[in-house]
C-alpha cells in the first residue's frame, strides 16, 4: 500500500468521524489520539476523540489492513 492510499484511508476514518455527532449534545469531534491495538488477533485503528462541545470521549475503531503490508504498525507520523 502506497502513502497515498494509507493517506486516503486515514482521510476516509475522519470523513466518518467528522459525520458522526456527540449522542450528549449533538457536537463535532476532535480526533485526539490515533493508536493501533490488536482486537480479537484483528488489527484496529483505534481514534480517540473528544467532543468540542461537551467534552464527551468516544473512540472509534477502524480494521487497519495496511499492517499486514510490511510487517510494522503504521506509524502515526501524519499529523
Ligand atoms: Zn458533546
Do not use: W
Amino acid at each position: 500500500m502506497t502513502l497515498r492510499e494509507i493517506m486516503k484511508y486515514i482521510e476516509s476514518e475522519y470523513e466518518v468521524i467528522n459525520k458522526t455527532h456527540c449522542e450528549v449534545c449533538g457536537g463535532e469531534f476532535i480526533t485526539e489520539q490515533i493508536q493501533l491495538s490488536i482486537i480479537e488477533g484483528a488489527p484496529f485503528d483505534v481514534c480517540s476523540c473528544t467532543c468540542e462541545n461537551c467534552g464527551h470521549e468516544k473512540d472509534f475503531f477502524f480494521s487497519a489492513p495496511f499492517v499486514y503490508e510490511d510487517g510494522e504498525p503504521f506509524n502515526n507520523t501524519l499529523n
